[in-house]
């Protein structure tokens, strides 16, 4: 079942997306920043998350967005000597199989 409290938005909506797209615009003006750059800002707090993405606007963007997030999850885990697997469940949105 999909949780009622995540929502996804294209424009920042509260505190932390707020920070986030601001760091993402440093990004973008930044003068080493080339076309074809990724960047995902995650921000987090007592309260939960806030993202902020660019980059990833195509259709494919959040299956490419989870991919390098967990490639580079996983490079942190084995990093610290830990591993990192990701193994797919078959089911849809709601979470039922």
Same mark, same amino acid.
């Not at 505190?15 to 797209?21: D, F, H, L, Q, Y």
């Not at 309260?47 to 996983?74: C, K, N, P, Q, W």
């Given at each position: ?30 003068? *080493?920043?080339? *076309? ?16 902020? &993405?660019?980059?990833? *606007? ?10 390098? &997030? ?7 885990a084995r ?19």
């Amino acid at each position: 079942m999909s949780d009622p409290t995540v929502e996804r938005r294209f424009t920042p909506h509260d505190r932390k997306t707020r920070i986030a797209n601001d760091v993402l615009s440093a990004v973008r003006e930044h003068p *080493e920043h080339r *076309e074809g750059d990724r960047c995902i800002v995650l921000l987090y707090d007592e309260d939960g998350g806030g993202i902020g &993405m660019t980059g990833y *606007e195509d259709e494919e963007s959040d299956v490419a967005a989870i991919v390098d &997030m967990f490639l580079h999850l996983r490079a942190i885990a084995r990093a610290s000597g830990k591993d990192l697997q990701f193994i797919g469940i078959p089911s849809d949105a709601s979470g039922l199989t």
